[in-house]
Nanobody, 115 residues
Framework: QVQLVESGGGLVQAGGSLRLSCAASGSIFSIKTMGWYRQPPGKQRELVATITSGGTTNYVDSVKGRFTISRDIANDTMYLVMNSLKPEDTAVYYC?????????WGQGTQVTVSS
């Protein structure tokens, strides 16, 4: 099994930056793809960015050029660096890991961007 713990959320002004971290533990070797999703208030959860075990990244159009996803394999940690934050980026951000047998979620971390 894989366990995920997010950290790094908080309150920031528009134009500011935050870095989210997702620490993975357990059966790390089984992870194929990791990613960040977010759920804005009153809306459905949506994809933000993904990164494969080979390092291929994918971003939703609304964050391209502002957010960067990365993985530190040695420390079993995934990051999301968020720059030029906008009020519409306000959401609970969730870490996700996909293995052959499971789809694992973290507990979520709140990101609030004030205008």
């Amino acid at each position: 099994q894989v366990q995920l713990v997010e950290s790094g959320g908080g309150l920031v002004q528009a134009g500011g930056s935050l870095r989210l971290s997702c620490a993975a533990s357990g059966s790390i070797f089984s992870i194929k793809t990791m990613g960040w999703y977010r759920q804005p208030p009153g809306k459905q959860r949506e994809l933000v960015a993904t990164i494969t075990s080979g390092g291929t990244t994918n971003y939703v159009d609304s964050v391209k050029g502002r957010f960067t996803i990365s993985r530190d394999i040695a420390n079993d940690t995934m990051y999301l660096v968020m720059n030029s934050l906008k009020p519409e980026d306000t959401a609970v951000y969730y870490c996700n890991a996909k293995t052959i047998l499971s789809n694992v979620w973290g507990q979520g971390t709140q990101v609030t961007v004030s205008s």
